[in-house]
């Protein structure tokens, strides 16, 4: 059974960063370990951030403007979001998530139901 946790939300200014992490336990093969950050603002779906696929690659969503990173460790099972000039609008929880299946499969896992394994969440305030 996978497990995820994880860690490094908090409290930061506008113009700020901050950066998460997700640590996966019980992974069995980590080639076709998909692994992905949500986001879910109060009152609002809970939306895809970035996706990672087994080999490196990864993908983000469109609403980003290119300011957070995804990034792996696949030797420590553990996943990475690096978030920069986060905004007031980046006020979420932020959620890891994972799935077992190959590399194309994952770069077009964009909605929640295709995930099988969740973390609890991790809290993000941006103040202005």
């Known amino acids: 059974q996978v497990q995820l946790v994880e860690s490094g939300g908090g409290s930061v200014q506008a113009g700020g960063s901050l950066r998460l992490s997700c640590a996966a336990s019980?992974?069995?093969?980590?080639?076709?370990?998909?692994m992905a950050w949500f986001r879910q603002a109060p009152g609002k779906e809970r939306e895809r951030v970035a996706t990672?696929?087994?080999?490196?690659?990864?993908d983000y969503a469109d609403s980003l403007e290119g300011r957070f990173t995804i990034s792996q460790d696949n030797a420590r099972n553990a996943l990475y979001l690096q978030m920069n000039s986060l905004k007031p609008e980046d006020t979420a929880t932020y959620y890891c998530?994972?799935?077992?299946?190959?590399?194309?499969?994952?770069?077009?896992?964009?909605?929640?139901?295709?995930?099988?394994?969740w973390g609890q969440g991790t809290q993000v305030t941006v103040s202005s």
């Open positions: 998530a994972a799935a077992f299946v190959g590399v194309v499969l994952c770069r077009a896992r964009n909605e929640m139901t295709q995930y099988h394994y």
């Open positions: 019980g992974v069995t093969d980590s080639r076709y370990l998909c």
């Open positions: 990672v696929a087994g080999d490196g690659s990864s």
